[in-house]
């Protein structure tokens, strides 16, 4: 019984030593060239130099040189720095990583690379970083860059908030976000979120969406990617270089990046013009108007309730000069493969006449 008791004690003092030991010790190095230990006002510190790489709980570190805390378990490295932590790998000039509130610091050419259980990556660059291992939290600041492989996003902004749990970010300061493609898609905004449960993008505020082909500025906007599906809000005015579109809300829909309708809702009006014309003297509005397009080209207008519209044709050698104002129901306009003005037909309670003349 006297045995056991002493081999007991033994025992627990074995394990008391090992765990002061590991409080000392809260990293386990695999290399380091030079290596000094010191103490400063109770604090361990070691000092490492050279092919520096040491686990630190369960997170990878490789740096040129490094200092670690023992205590107060803060680990500063310079150099180099690599950190990989289960779907992150993390690069910077310097990080400092603070385990017992589990921070990690970034600094100098910060590359982030998230990785998704399909193989697909997501990848962050900035001045500066801080990334909350235990809230799954990111955030870049300063001159940030990021891109997604799988949904051909890249984004810019001055910084960059993104909960990886929520599937949820936002980019503030100048935010630009483009869809990359044929006919790629850029847009600007006070504020850019990204929900990916969802598949959503939302602008808010001073929104500008470009294409080689157009562009729109509206209050507010809503990308879903699954759909391919904007949807403009806020008094939303679209400018191309033949024609200029207000309406209180725009839809457009795309397929592989490439416009194919789009759909304009309450008090629509569209100024437009010929390429011959220098100025847009022709206009319709109405209560609702659908536009469809053809490889990128609008191929068809359909004009609907309350329409009113107004067209004036130069002379030429193929036509001859008129001036038509028509109200009506519905107004059909229809468009060659070069963009030309072919047919327009308006029906229904038409008042006044529309002639067409072509020699």
């Given at each position: 019984m006297k045995k056991r008791l002493i081999g007991s004690f033994l025992l627990i003092l074995f394990i008391s030593l090992l765990a002061k030991e590991k409080e000392l010790r809260p990293y386990r190095l695999v290399n380091a060239d030079s290596l000094i230990a010191t103490k400063v006002d109770n604090e361990y510190v070691t000092h490492l130099s050279g092919n520096v790489h040491f686990f630190y709980g369960e997170t990878e570190f490789f740096s040129d040189f490094a200092r670690i805390y023992e205590k107060k378990k803060i680990s500063s490295l310079?150099?180099?720095?690599?950190?990989?932590?289960?779907?992150?790998?993390?690069?910077?000039?310097?990080?400092?990583?603070?385990?017992?509130?589990?921070?990690?610091?970034?600094?100098?050419?910060?590359?982030?690379?998230?990785?998704?259980?399909?193989?697909?990556?997501?990848?962050?660059e900035s001045e500066r970083a801080e990334y909350?291992?235990?809230?799954?939290?990111?955030?870049?600041?300063?001159?940030?860059?990021?891109?997604?492989q799988k949904e051909k996003f890249r984004g810019k902004c001055g910084y960059l908030n993104y909960d990886i749990a929520?599937?949820?970010?936002?980019?503030?300061?100048?935010?630009?976000?483009?869809?990359?493609?044929?006919?790629?898609?850029?847009i600007s905004a006070e504020k850019i979120e990204y929900f990916n449960d969802f598949k959503k993008i939302t602008a808010s505020f001073n929104?500008?969406?470009?294409?080689?082909?157009?562009?729109?500025n509206s209050d507010f906007l809503l990308y879903?990617?699954?759909?391919?599906?904007?949807?403009?809000?806020?008094?939303?005015?679209?400018?191309?270089?033949?024609?200029?579109?207000?309406?209180e809300e725009f839809q457009l829909k795309f397929r592989d990046k490439k416009i194919i309708f789009a759909q304009l809702t309450d008090s629509c009006r569209v100024d437009f013009k010929?390429?011959?014309?220098?100025?847009?003297?022709?206009?319709?509005?109405?209560?609702?108007?659908?536009?469809?397009?053809?490889?990128?080209?609008?191929?068809?207008?359909?004009?609907?309730?309350?329409?009113?519209?107004?067209?004036?044709?130069?002379?030429?050698?193929?036509?001859?000069?008129?001036i038509n104002k028509a109200d009506g129901d519905k107004l059909i306009i229809t468009l060659d493969t070069e963009g030309k003005l072919e047919t327009i037909a308006i029906k229904k309670k038409v008042s006044g006449k529309y002639k067409f003349f072509k020699k």
């Open positions: 310079f150099g180099n720095v690599k950190v990989f932590d289960d779907t992150l790998s993390l690069f910077a000039d310097r990080v400092d990583y603070y385990r017992l509130r589990e921070e990690i610091f970034l600094n100098g050419n910060v590359f982030v690379k998230e990785v998704h259980s399909d193989s697909t990556f997501r990848t962050f909350y291992r235990d809230e799954r939290k990111f955030v870049a600041i300063d001159d940030v860059r990021a891109f997604d929520a599937g949820y970010g936002y980019l503030i300061k100048n935010p630009v976000v483009s869809v990359e493609g044929e006919d790629s898609l850029a929104v500008e969406t470009k294409s080689t082909e157009f562009k729109i879903f990617e699954n759909e391919e599906k904007a949807i403009f809000q806020g008094k939303p005015v679209f400018r191309s270089e033949l024609a200029r579109a207000s309406a010929t390429e011959s014309e220098e100025t847009m003297k022709n206009w319709v509005t109405a209560d609702l108007m659908k536009f469809y397009f053809s490889d990128g080209k609008l191929s068809e207008c359909r004009a609907e309730f309350n329409v009113k519209s107004f067209y004036r044709q130069e002379k030429s050698e193929k036509k001859d000069f008129l």
